[in-house]
């Protein structure tokens, strides 16, 4: 049964697709807290500042928090525009100590979703590279992992690829333990404020190109809802998955040769 009111952590609130999550969930009803860097307008009921670079600023937020959530939305992320170190810290290494802290905290029938990207396209390819990673469980060891990559290896895509892995690896412990579900939402290429950042990373011509074939980018609005429906209890029985939302586009690259219609 879907609680009155919904108590529902948004990380990364602060712009962009957190912010229409917020906005989504406060619209509706629900206590929002709202958690970024800085300061931001963003409808809530609450709001936390915290540098998720930082473990002791994510434990002290988690420590002031009571139990009884329903969500924690995990939105924030660096850019590849951004240091390498800081990147893995806040799309990878953030996220985990955020949602390994939040776990104790959800209601049995909660959730988390955790926004990672269509960048991470491959991850399967790259699970033997991602242990080593997925062992690093402090901001130390993530840099000494870092330190003996590829430098030309996209580290966004790095960060994404170990985003969707740790969720997966998540999955059974999460639902065995806590009675939580844990996903997450690939976006393609979207108009928020990071999008320029990309274009310059990942390049102008690449993000071009996937507008033209899927007819334009994404907006918040294409993302939003399929977060809420993740977070719904109508996806009660939907844990470990990996959603695109990109109109196509990866599929459309992995699939093979196209049907004709
Ligand atoms: N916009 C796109 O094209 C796109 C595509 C795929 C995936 N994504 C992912 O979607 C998520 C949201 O991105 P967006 O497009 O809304 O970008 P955005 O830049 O508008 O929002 C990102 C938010 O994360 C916060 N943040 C960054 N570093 C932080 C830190 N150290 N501590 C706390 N908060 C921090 C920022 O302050 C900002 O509010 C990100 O994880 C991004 O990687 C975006």
């Not at 590279?129 to 993530?142: I, M, S, Y």
């Not at 009675?179 to 404020?193: A, L, W």
């Not at 993000?207 to 399929?226: S, W």
Request: glycine share 10%; proline share 6%; aromatic share 6%.
């Amino acid at each position: 049964m879907r609680p009155a009111q919904r108590k529902v952590i948004v990380v990364g609130a602060g712009s962009g697709i957190g912010a229409a999550t917020a906005a989504h969930f406060h619209d509706h009803g629900d206590h929002v807290l709202a958690v970024d860097i800085r300061d931001n307008a963003t409808p809530a009921s609450q709001f936390a500042r915290c540098d998720l670079r930082d473990a002791a600023a994510i434990a002290g937020l988690l420590a002031g928090l009571d139990p009884g959530w329903d969500l924690l939305a995990y939105v924030a992320g660096l850019p590849g525009t951004a240091p390498a170190n800081d990147v893995l810290r806040v799309n990878y290494l953030g996220m985990r100590l955020m949602t390994e802290g939040t776990l104790p905290l959800l209601r049995r029938g909660g959730s988390v979703v955790t926004v990672a990207s269509v960048a991470a396209v491959g991850w399967e390819q790259r699970i033997e590279a991602l242990n080593g990673l997925l062992e690093a469980t402090d901001a130390e060891a993530v840099e000494r992992w870092q330190a003996a990559q590829d430098p030309s290896y996209p580290v966004y895509s790095t960060s994404k690829q170990a985003a969707i892995l740790y969720v997966k690896r998540l999955t059974g412990p999460a639902w065995a333990k806590y009675g939580v579900r844990v996903n997450t939402v690939s976006p393609g290429p979207t108009e928020t404020p990071i999008l320029p950042d990309f274009e310059q990373s990942m390049g102008k011509d690449m993000l071009d190109t996937v507008r033209t074939v899927a007819g334009r980018h994404a907006t918040v609005d294409d993302i939003v809802p399929v977060i809420a429906f993740l977070a719904s209890p109508e996806a009660g029985w939907v844990t470990g998955q990996d959603i695109q939302v990109d109109a196509g586009f990866i599929t459309s690259l992995t699939a093979g040769a196209p049907i004709e219609l």
